[in-house]
């Protein structure tokens, strides 16, 4: 299953993902782009953590989530 990230902050919103590397290496983190997550999200191999910047808080969401959860933090188009 994949973890994705939705940074929320003053300036908008950014999807990224962590890649796990060889040892000795840090972990490289990327932007992806929504409809790669959106499609993995309605095939159910996905989970959406939603980060608030302003506020530190964090809220993850998967496939079993309430829709309107969904709807409200990721859009209606992961529905």
Known sequence: M????RTIG???CI????????KHHKNKVRDIS???VIKQFK????QVNV???ETGE???ITQDTDP????????KKFL
């Open 2 to 5: 994949y973890t994705y990230k």
């Open 10 to 12: 003053i300036t908008g």
């Open 15 to 22: 999807y990224t993902r962590e890649f796990e590397k060889i």
């Open 34 to 36: 929504e409809p790669t």
């Open 43 to 46: 095939a159910g191999n996905a």
């Open 51 to 53: 980060y608030f910047e």
């Open 58 to 60: 964090m809220l993850t």
């Open 68 to 75: 309107d959860v969904i709807k409200k933090y990721l859009g």
